[in-house]
């Protein structure tokens, strides 16, 4: 009878350990819940501050940064993107971002962009140990994106792209002038045939560029130079007839006919050094003959520029109603640069129709921005809770053990 009472008293029960382990409540539910919540707190502000990171990816439909190039040309490094500088001016943007440590999170490498060549997408990358409000986190990295097509805004909008213009209205000479005009002229047809060059360009505004271009070449062409600056020479035009530049006028023709008489010189002594050497000696002939009508065509110019010093001095004095055709040359002249001026004007409305309106930032995830390596609120609870029940459990059947046999 002994000996059966003994066996009886060590036989444990699934039951049993069920009942004990859930009998003494007033321990089991305080360390549940303290168990619980602690859980909860080392996954929410261990694991996932330590594992969890956001990220989102994106490509650009914008016509240039599609093709890594800004409005202006200049060149797009996606790697910029997470730069101290562009962080900070976004910070600055918004005050909702005040409270963001851009040095703290660089210093750290907590921010990473990266590109995918093959599918031509962007991948940002930032740790949710810095930002832990999901919204925040997400309107940050949105502007970060976006942020190359803010620049290009700016740019269509703050840029004039007429300093060739500027150039025009401070320069001396009327040669500077057209020089600055070309120059102007040769911008913008460039500058057009770099955005038809795209494939992505919308028809209208391909449309538009190649238009615009037309008009241009129309107006400056590529005689257009040649025939200013004949005009110029062969009427003696000069934009100002101060005595100093009058002056330099008389110097530089003096020095052009030394010039002149010293080549006149050069090639009255080749002559007779051709004449009195062999007619067999043909390749030394022809050295001597080169040498000559170079010296030739050289005194031809030097004699168009003379002339032209000439006809220029020839109008000292003179008012401008009393040069012939001067009125008529800066007015047309001056109408030229109103018409760059307009074009160049039209050339940032292209701009903006290539560049700015339809530009945007398409997100290969509708919620812009994932996270990842957390555990979720939902499965934290229910982990917690699990590990809390099994340790009150735990510490009521070691503080109640001697029940079990009970």
């Known amino acids: 009878m002994e000996e059966n009472q003994v066996v009886e008293q060590k036989e444990i029960t699934f039951g049993r350990i069920i009942k004990v382990a859930f009998r003494n409540w007033k321990l089991f ?88 060549e093959e599918k031509k997408t962007y991948t940002i990358k930032l740790s949710y140990k810095f930002i832990k409000n999901g919204d925040v986190a997400k309107s940050f990295i949105k502007d970060i994106a976006e942020s190359p097509l803010k620049q290009d805004a700016d740019i269509v909008t703050n840029t004039s792209f007429d300093s060739a213009l500027k150039s025009f209205d401070n320069a001396e000479t009327f040669e500077e002038q057209i020089k600055y005009l070309v120059r102007q002229a040769d911008f913008l047809a460039s500058s057009y045939d770099a955005i038809t060059k ?139 640069r109103s018409k760059l001026a307009t074009y160049t004007n039209d050339y940032k409305d292209v701009l903006k129709s290539a560049y700015v309106d339809t530009a945007e930032v398409t997100y290969e995830n509708s919620s812009i921005t994932t996270l990842n390596g957390t555990i979720s609120l939902l499965i934290n609870g229910a982990i917690s809770v699990v590990v809390g029940v099994v340790v009150g459990a735990v510490v009521n059947l070691i503080v109640d053990r001697k029940k079990l046999y009970e």
Do not use: W
């Open 29 to 116: 539910t305080p360390i549940a819940l303290v168990v619980a919540a602690g859980c909860a707190l080392g996954i929410h502000f261990g694991y996932n501050t330590m594992k969890g990171s956001y990220s989102s990816t994106f490509s650009y439909s914008s016509v240039d940064l599609s093709q890594e190039k800004y409005a202006d040309g200049s060149s797009f490094y996606y790697r910029n993107l997470v730069s101290s500088s562009n962080l900070n001016k976004i910070k600055a943007s918004n005050e909702k971002y005040a409270s963001i440590d851009i040095d703290k999170i660089l210093d750290s490498n907590g921010i990473s962009v990266s590109k995918d």
């Open 198 to 336: 795209s494939a992505n360009l919308p028809l209208s505004v391909n449309e538009l560029a190649t238009n615009n271009k037309e008009k241009v070449n129309i107006l400056i062409d590529s005689n257009y130079s040649k025939n200013m600056n004949y005009r110029i020479s062969s009427n003696g035009y000069v934009k100002s007839y101060e005595a100093q530049e009058a002056k330099n006028y008389e110097v530089t023709s003096s020095l052009l006919v030394e010039e002149k008489n010293l080549n006149t010189a050069k090639i009255d002594a080749l002559e007779d050094e051709i004449n009195n050497i062999s007619s067999t000696a043909t390749t030394a002939i022809s050295t001597l003959s080169q040498q000559m009508e170079s010296l030739i065509l050289r005194n031809q110019d030097i004699q168009y520029e003379v002339d032209a010093i000439a006809r220029k001095l020839a109008n000292k004095g003179k008012s401008e109603s009393e040069i012939p055709g001067y009125t008529a040359f800066t007015n047309d002249l001056n109408s030229d």
